[in-house]
């Protein structure tokens, strides 16, 4: 026990040069640091817990913070300030660093089965759990920020109109929406746009709420959600324009071919495809942060998969799809998680009736932890739009970004080349005749 509380006080010295003072309280009530105003306690409630933080065992550190055999008090900012700095100087941290751990990998068969269970274990907890804390449209990615002061609703909803801009949505177009969640892009891309839009998921709670708003909104006659997944969706050349929105972590590396292959089989000649996913920052494609077990992987999202950038760019061309725009919104998704945590601590109560003790302390950490991995840039976020060749040529497209914030009238569209043009006049007064510089 000597050498355990020797340990212990050493942690505590170090987070006071580093970080916020801590107490520790050991099992027997002994406690350790800071007597006055600490900024954050973990109190332990069995040597065996005291034991996995001492021999670095983060996965067993994870099963006790959620068991609730570690307690944590204290302001998240403190808590991921310490957190970070003990994982990172000692490799071994309390189980709070486990949170910045960015999906780590794990064998998972991304069988239909497995997938469809995976989702259902992070989106079926209760729609009334996630209706505390996510938008009115319950939409559930990073939200999009003109000033960066915008409320979490007006967000989202500038999220899902710059999407539909990108996409150059119009009346009569025929939406796909990969993942559609609890349905806000396509109830909005109807409402505002006129499309036709087809929503999948594979969560039956967001199915059934989706299919509710449609009603409700009067949209039964533009918006179908299926409970489907992705794979079996039929229609070859069936969608003008197909949008996947925090999906493709779901269905893992290996699969990536298969996923954008879908898509480009789904999508029409000429269509246009926007994928909106996290992306690891590394160029080999490994996981960022300190290190701190799978505790998103084992709480939060199993199965859960990412790429790096370029990965994905070489799966869309690998389907023949020509990537066209790349937009990072890393600060974007960071402004969202810390809205979200906002919001989940203050329905604290609410949330743990709603979702459980246990779900509370995994979300509470795993919002804020989240928030702290993309403001630290260990993740990433981005939109990839491409678009499918047509008749042997690549697809038509506007010459400049200006149509996506754009509110109204005709975008300037980059087609073939017209050789009929006559060269020298657009060339200008001074240049010198097609047939006199061909050789020259």
């Known amino acids: 026990m000597r050498l355990r509380r020797r340990l212990l006080t050493g942690l505590v010295a170090f987070s006071a ?13 002994e406690a350790i640091g800071a007597d006055a105003n600490p900024k954050v306690t973990l109190t332990f409630r069995s040597w ?26 204290g302001s998240l900012h ?11 100087s000692f490799g071994r941290a309390p189980r709070l660093a486990a949170a910045f751990k960015p999906l780590a990998l794990r064998p998972f068969r991304h069988t239909r089965r497995n997938d469809k269970a ?60 990969i993942g559609c969640g609890w349905g806000g892009l396509v109830r909005r891309a109807a409402r505002e746009r006129g499309v036709h839009a087809l929503g999948v998921t594979n969560s039956p709670a967001q199915y059934e709420f989706a299919r509710s708003r449609v009603a409700q909104d009067g949209l039964d ?17 069936a969608f003008d324009k197909i949008v996947s929105v925090g999906m493709y972590e779901h269905v893992g590396l290996n699969n990536l071919h298969a996923y954008f292959g879908q898509v480009a089989r789904l999508l029409k000649p000429g269509g246009t495809f926007l994928n909106h996913g996290i992306i690891t920052t590394d160029p080999e494609g490994l996981a960022q942060g300190p290190p701190g077990g799978e505790f998103i992987n084992r709480h939060v999202f199993p199965g859960g998969e990412l790429p790096n950038l370029p990965r994905v760019l070489k799966e869309m061309a690998r389907r023949r799809l020509e990537p066209v725009d790349i937009e990072d919104l890393r600060p974007h998704y960071a402004r969202t998680l810390l809205l979200w945590a906002s919001r989940f601590e203050a329905h604290a109560d609410e949330v743990i009736k709603a979702g459980g003790e246990e779900r509370y302390r995994v979300w509470r950490v795993y919002l804020a932890g989240m ?43 980059a087609g073939p080349l017209d050789w009929t043009v006559d060269l020298a006049a657009q060339a200008g007064p001074h240049a010198k005749s097609p047939a006199a510089s061909q050789f020259s």
Request: charged fraction near 25%; aromatic fraction near 8%; glycine fraction near 8%.
């Open 371 to 413: 928030a702290h991995a993309f403001d630290s840039a260990w993740l990433s976020i981005a939109q990839v739009l491409a678009y499918k060749p047509a008749g042997g040529r690549p697809a038509p497209r506007p010459f400049s970004r200006a149509y996506q914030y754009r509110e109204e009238g005709s975008v300037p569209i």
């Open 221 to 237: 006659a533009r918006v179908e959600i299926r409970l489907q997944d992705y794979r079996d969706i039929p229609g070859d050349g």
């Open 78 to 88: 403190d808590i991921l300030q310490l957190g970070v700095a003990l994982a990172e």
């Open 118 to 177: 995976a989702v259902q274990s992070h989106y079926d907890v209760s729609n009334d759990f996630y209706r505390l804390w996510l938008d009115d449209s319950m939409t559930y990615s990073c939200a999009y920020f003109r000033t960066g002061k915008e409320d979490i609703h007006q967000a989202q909803a500038q999220k899902i109109d710059h999407i539909c801009a990108k996409l150059r949505l119009a009346p009569g177009d025929r939406l796909l929406d």
């Open 17 to 29: 040069r580093h970080a916020a003072g801590l107490r520790v309280v050991l099992p027997d009530g």
């Open 48 to 73: 065996g817990v005291v034991r996995s933080l001492l021999t670095g065992r983060m996965d067993k550190l994870g099963d006790a913070y959620v068991s609730g055999d570690i307690g944590v008090d």
